[in-house]
């Protein structure tokens, strides 16, 4: 027999009708907290996997299709190998941009041309001179000047832009010198490797400088006006292409038809696996990089496309010095101190 009375017999329903009032949201709460943990969890984790893929297959699609240029473009000139990247990248950028509905309208402001400017200044300046730098230095040194970007970049920012440099910016800045000053003065394995040449070198740097200060110029561009990443490289990439075919129009108009009668002597599906590697597949891998990952960390490992060429060049039986390998690690360094701010 139970002994409790009918008073407690009365208050028992109501105590668990309580803990059942009060426990259940207390559940439901842990039970939200924990899903929104394991989403939070799930995209950083897809963040540190997809950032840095997107960066290292980035490079890899920059390294391959430096080394198809070099080959496939060997019967066009700098100039006649910008072109046809342009008109062959060009509209596959506006049919994503079609697709996506992510096209974009040109409203006429001063950030507007600055894209613009800088599309003429990093795409038919700067490419031109990467491709004249490709024929007469070869792929591998090409890449590794391509290190000097950031330290202009930095420079022209400081200069033009009035943003300090820090003393650790300079020193980072040096090491990135470094690095290249071992490279340049590497005479080892001449026999197997294209010299380098005081031309080469001198378009490669150029090319250098353009892609910085046309990179400077979209980044100031893009402050003043919503605009996406892959829209900011449709424009940027028309323009530069547009300015180059009016300039061989102006000046060497026959260059244009020649372009027609080299391309019969050109391996087109090779040259248009760079193009689609280098200027479309690599551009979006870019900007997706450079949406899930610090800047600072996008931009070093977008900067180990020539360490790509290592074992690419050891397959080809034209491995690189161990000095012009040194030096290449002494710039990555230094770049990742440049952007570790």
Known sequence: MSSFNSG?????????????????????????????????????????IIGPLAALFAALFW?????????????????????????????????????????????????AWLLLASGVIGITLGDTLYFT???????????????????????IAWLGLREAMSWSEVGAALVVLVGILIIVTDRGGASVRQPLTKAGMAAATGAAF????????AFEALASFSIN???????????????????????KPTMIIQTRAALRHTSLPWLLIAIVMGTFLAIWLQQTAIAYLHPGLAQTLLATAPLWLIPIQWWRGEPPTGRSISGALIAVIGIALLFSR
């Not at 062959?88 to 941009?97: E, N, R, T, Y």
């Not at 353009?210 to 110029?217: E, R």
Request: proline letters at 5%; a positive charge; glycine letters at 6%.
């Open 133 to 155: 730098a490709l024929r007469r230095i070869g792929p591998w040194h090409t890449m590794l000047f391509e290190y000097l970007a950031p330290p202009f970049a930095a420079a």
């Open 8 to 48: 407690d017999t009365y208050h028992v329903p109501l105590v668990i009708q309580r803990n059942v009032n009060y426990t259940a949201p207390c559940l439901l709460a842990q039970r939200s907290y924990w899903r929104e943990f394991q989403l939070r969890l799930s995209s950083a984790v897809m963040e540190w």
């Open 229 to 251: 990443p892959l829209q900011a490289a449709f424009v940027r990439l028309a323009a530069g292409t547009f300015a180059l075919t009016i300039a061989l129009l102006l000046l």
């Open 210 to 217: 353009c892609q910085a200060l046309g990179l400077v110029m």
């Open 63 to 111: 390294a391959l299709a430096t080394l198809l240029y070099s080959q496939a473009g060997s019967y066009l000139s700098a100039s006649q190998l910008n072109l046809v990247k342009g008109f062959v990248a060009v509209p596959l950028l506006f049919i994503v941009g079609l697709l996506s509905g992510q096209l974009v309208t040109f409203d006429g402001s001063t950030a």
